[in-house]
């Protein structure tokens, strides 16, 4: 069943909705959503690095009881499987891309029998106002392309935000859209510089040659040799090209100009700067230590906005701050370290007992044991845990 004909299912209640107040002066009625930077193939590859990155997470509904372990139901198997259109990476993707052309991402929770979560799914709405009831709760009304709207409980809804400043419900500017003024310029910029080279080496190769005629003849003359010099050029297949005494062919020597790639690499990485990508991340030569300033600087900040937005919105709060249920966006994925790094983080883990089996082999690839073995932790028999330790040094008193 597809997410518009679960809304058609919801059953639209009578209440008299207001426009929401908002302590800002602008109506919370944002229609969505501004596209023109996105015609930049920069642009558009400076975001697919962000999203590419984000698609490594694993989303994990987690109990804080000291453990952190993950809590295997029914939340859990929407979080692997959000809905019967996407995987988790699809889910992700569709998120982060909606996020950064909209500075706003919906996600729309489905709730079964039971109080059971059936289903994830992300919306693309094309506007979205903000209402409220008589006893002041805030709901949000969304407008489709087909025209269909829907109003939901605004504390039913995922909402992420980003760059959230000026609008009191909505991230990015008043109108909750882009604020893609500044980015705008040296976009046009970097598009006014192809469009000059595509021209210059247009020009460049428009002529071809010169054809110096050493005697005086007048215009129409001159149109009519010049069309017998190029009806001589196609028909001739040889290469080789006759003329009389009274012509001389001047070829010209053509010395293309293009832009220096200071110049280049300068608009390319003020555009990328806007969106926290390094170039070396764009090209992928990066070092260990680019790659784990994008991450904190770009994608960390990301990972905690979307990991809080899902807690808030599928626990209540006796289920969040009473009992320590959370959604987190795990970064176990993303690699940092290098081989070296590996082996001695292995090396000082097991001698504490702070690595299993399981995780020892999957950070060298190999598959894991599962069941006693794979959980049970590696440990030198030269340490020992604090209350061990304190046992034997009592039994040595």
Same mark, same amino acid.
Not at 8 to 19: A, C, F, L, P, Q
Not at 71 to 74: F, S
Not at 132 to 135: A, L, V
Not at 261 to 276: C, P, S, V, W
């Given at each position: 069943?597809?997410?518009?004909?679960?809304l058609?299912?919801?059953?639209?209640?009578?209440?008299?909705?207001?426009?929401a107040q908002?302590l800002d002066? *602008?109506?919370?009625?944002?229609?969505q959503f501004?596209?023109?930077?996105?015609?930049?193939?920069?642009v558009q590859?400076a975001?697919?690095?962000?999203?590419?990155?984000?698609?490594?997470?694993?989303?994990?509904?987690?109990?804080?009881?000291?453990?952190?372990?993950i809590?295997?139901?029914?939340i859990?198997?929407?979080?692997?499987?959000?809905?019967?259109?996407m995987?988790?990476?699809?889910?992700?993707e569709?998120?982060?891309w909606?996020?950064?052309f909209?500075?706003?991402a919906?996600?729309?929770?489905?709730?079964?029998?039971?109080?059971?979560?059936?289903?994830?799914?992300?919306?693309?709405?094309?506007?979205v106002?903000?209402l409220?009831?008589?006893?002041g709760q805030?709901f949000?009304?969304?407008?489709?392309n087909?025209?269909?709207?829907?109003?939901?409980?605004?504390?039913?809804?995922?909402?992420?935000?980003?760059?959230y400043?000026?609008?009191e *419900?909505?991230?990015?500017?008043?109108?909750?859209?882009?604020?893609?003024?500044?980015?705008?310029?040296?976009l046009?910029?970097?598009?006014?510089?192809?469009?000059?080279?595509?021209?210059?080496?247009?020009?460049?190769?428009?002529?071809?040659?010169?054809?110096?005629?050493?005697t005086?003849i007048?215009?129409?003359?001159?149109?009519?040799?010049l069309?017998?010099?190029?009806?001589?050029?196609?028909?001739n297949?040889?290469?080789?090209?006759?003329?009389d005494?009274?012509?001389? *062919?001047i070829?010209?020597n053509?010395?293309v100009?293009?832009?220096d790639?200071?110049?280049?690499?300068?608009?390319?990485?003020?555009?990328?700067?806007?969106?926290?990508v390094?170039l070396?991340?764009?090209?992928?030569?990066?070092?260990?230590a680019q790659?784990?300033a994008f991450?904190?600087?770009?994608?960390?900040?990301?990972?905690v906005?979307?990991?809080?937005?899902f807690?808030?919105?599928?626990f209540?709060?006796?289920?969040?701050?009473g009992?320590g249920?959370?959604?987190?966006?795990?970064?176990?994925l993303?690699d940092f370290?290098?081989?070296?790094?590996?082996?001695?983080?292995?090396?000082?883990?097991?001698?504490i007992?702070?690595?299993?089996i399981?995780?020892?082999?999957?950070?060298?690839?190999?598959?894991?044991?599962?069941g006693?073995l794979g959980?049970?932790?590696v440990?030198?028999?030269n340490?020992?845990?604090?209350?061990?330790?304190?046992?034997?040094?009592?039994?040595k008193?």
């Open positions: 069943m597809g997410i518009f004909s679960w058609k299912k919801r059953k639209e209640s009578d209440t008299k909705y207001t426009n908002g002066i *602008f109506a919370p009625f944002y229609s501004g596209s023109n930077i996105y015609a930049s193939d920069v590859q975001i697919a690095c962000i999203v590419k990155e984000m698609k490594k997470l694993d989303i994990q509904h987690i109990r804080e009881s000291g453990t952190g372990d809590a295997n139901d029914t859990q198997k929407v979080l692997d499987n959000p809905n019967f259109l995987t988790t990476s699809d889910f992700i569709k998120i982060i909606l996020l950064y909209n500075y706003n919906f996600v729309l929770p489905v709730w079964g029998s039971g109080n059971r979560l059936v289903s994830l799914f992300p919306l693309q709405p094309n506007t106002s903000f409220e009831d008589k006893s805030l949000v009304q969304f407008t489709f087909n025209l269909y709207q829907s109003t939901i409980k605004y504390s039913d809804i995922i909402h992420i935000r980003y760059n400043s000026v609008s *419900f909505m991230g990015g500017n008043q109108n909750g859209q882009p604020d893609n003024t500044a980015l705008l310029k040296t046009r910029m970097n598009e006014e510089l192809l469009n000059g080279l595509a021209k210059a080496m247009k020009g460049s190769y428009a002529i071809n040659g010169i054809v110096k005629y050493n005086i007048d215009g129409k003359k001159t149109e009519q040799a069309a017998d010099l190029t009806k001589r050029l196609n028909e297949e040889s290469g080789f090209m006759p003329l005494l009274k012509g001389e *062919f070829p010209i053509r010395q100009k293009l832009v790639n200071d110049t280049l690499k300068f608009i390319d990485e003020k555009i990328l700067r806007h969106f926290g390094p070396p991340i764009l090209t992928g030569d990066y070092t260990k790659y784990e991450y904190q600087k770009t994608i960390e900040p990301l990972i906005c979307i990991s809080q937005a807690t808030k919105a599928l209540s709060e006796r289920e969040a701050f009992y249920h959370k959604i987190i966006f795990s970064h176990k993303l370290m290098t081989m070296n790094e590996k082996i001695q983080f292995v090396t000082v883990a097991s001698n007992g702070g690595i299993t399981d995780e020892f082999r999957s950070m060298f690839g190999f598959r894991a044991f599962g006693e959980e049970t932790p440990m030198s028999k340490y020992g845990d604090a209350g061990t330790v304190k046992d034997i040094d009592k039994n008193d």
